[in-house]
């Protein structure tokens, strides 16, 4: 969305290569650049199976195709979409293109998929639909994915399907940043009780070692979490590096992103370095980012995928202040265009960049703005580091993930009796 140790315990299994969290996990512990390369190489989950079956795959002749219902908070249509809906619907994508048949059902707005998507209300009223609608329409499915986005549908308490609990990340302290004191204490409830104990026989899906250990510190037993890691789409033509200093940071502006420390850091930056700092992405900080906003800063609010590859490729590099994040999509993004990163040792930044190799992790403000001024005028360890930043990110395929999320719904359903449950 970093935490794994050497020794994984056999009864630990993972999807499309990366590791799950050693015993005993509480709070996650970085390991280095050599031990991230091997996590990079697909494994397939093991699926159980009957004494003499041969494994099929959806789509495989002879399979009738599975219907898969994805819940989930959002679709990718929806301003505030990040990158929990990139996840989903590539992986609804994928399992539309090898046969099954799949729906993701979400509040709106929506937009027209390869998949179907059905609405289920607005962005609090579906929490109560949800489940109107899933016994109207979809109680036949073969497999429920609940994308428990902080607040839970509590999708096992109405359907007695065959399910998948997919967490892209653990809310942890941002329920602080977005409500009040008491509703920050019933969010962080929900999240770290109701929902694992709501979840209990499920497996639980993630993409980053990081909320792999978060998941066990709530108390989600190890030997049922999974997980796969995010792919990349490889860009258009390179376009050229920008010949004066231009950094960037790229992505939804809301508080927990904590652009604004990045603009406090730009003003002692910018005497040192020079040059331009861009700031895309949309999102309900942005009036009181553009009233920070000083000397030196570009605002461009949100920006078609043609813009975002441009800017992507003409940074110097990627700056991303986040507090946490499930796995950092943009990092990658940015990566495989050869531009490095400079974030904080936090979860999930710590799982898309090598520390030292793909760019550089920082623990304070200080060492943030340090980092950024000798990486901003050292030109060959820049360039060391995005040349090692895209030969990573070319081994991330989404291909990958959604073979991995194949086989987690395989022993999702074998689980559950094949067929599942009924209601």
């Known amino acids: 969305m970093n935490h794994e140790s050497r020794s994984q315990p056999a009864s630990t299994a993972t999807a499309a290569g990366f590791p799950a969290p050693a015993s005993g996990v509480g709070a996650p512990v970085r390991p280095s650049g050599e031990e991230l390369r091997p996590a990079l190489q697909p494994r397939a989950v093991p699926v159980p199976q009957a004494a003499g079956q041969v494994p099929a ?27 929990s809906e990139v996840l989903v619907d590539r992986l609804a994508e994928g399992m539309q293109a090898r046969g099954d048949r799949v729906t993701l059902l979400c509040g709106g707005p929506t937009a027209a998929r390869p998949y179907r998507v059905i609405g289920s209300g607005g962005t609090y009223t579906q929490f109560l639909r949800a489940p109107l609608v899933y016994h109207r329409r979809l109680r036949d499915c073969d497999l429920v994915v609940e994308v428990c986005n902080g607040m839970p549908f509590f999708a096992p308490l109405w359907s007695r399907r065959p399910m998948i609990c997919l967490v892209n990340h653990v809310h942890t302290d941002l329920w602080a940043l977005r409500l009040p004191r008491p509703l920050a204490a019933v969010g962080r409830f929900t999240e770290s009780a109701l929902m694992p104990w709501a979840h209990r026989r499920n497996l639980f899906l993630t993409v980053s070692s990081s909320t792999a250990a978060a998941l066990v510190a709530i108390g989600v037993s190890q030997d049922r979490i999974r997980q796969i890691c995010n792919g990349v789409v490889h860009p258009d033509p390179p376009a050229p590096r920008s010949a004066e200093p231009m950094f960037l940071a790229l992505g939804r502006l809301a508080e927990y992103k904590r652009i604004d420390l990045l603009l406090r850091l730009w003003e002692r930056v910018r005497h040192v370095v020079g040059g331009r700092l861009v700031i895309a992405g949309g999102g309900p900080d942005r009036a009181r980012i553009e009233a920070l906003a000083g000397p030196g800063v570009v605002i461009a609010g949100r920006v078609s995928e043609q813009e975002k590859h441009r800017l992507l490729c003409s940074a110097w590099m990627l700056l991303h202040p986040a507090l946490i994040e499930g796995w950092g999509i943009v990092i990658a993004e940015a990566a495989i265009r050869g531009t490095p990163t400079i974030g904080f040792d936090v979860p999930g930044v710590r799982d898309s960049v090598v520390d030292g190799e793909t760019g550089l992790l920082v623990r304070s403000e200080g060492q943030f703005a340090s980092a950024w001024a000798s990486l901003a005028l050292d030109h060959r360890t820049r360039e060391a580091l995005g040349r090692a930043a895209r030969e990573r990110a070319l081994r991330l395929h989404w291909s990958a993930a959604v073979e991995g999320f194949a086989s987690v719904a395989d022993e999702a359903i074998a689980r559950a009796g094949g067929a599942g449950r009924q209601g």
């Open 57 to 83: 795959t959806a789509g495989a002749p002879g399979r009738d195709a599975r219907r898969i219902l994805f819940v989930a908070w959002r679709d990718l249509a929806n301003p505030r979409a990040g990158g």
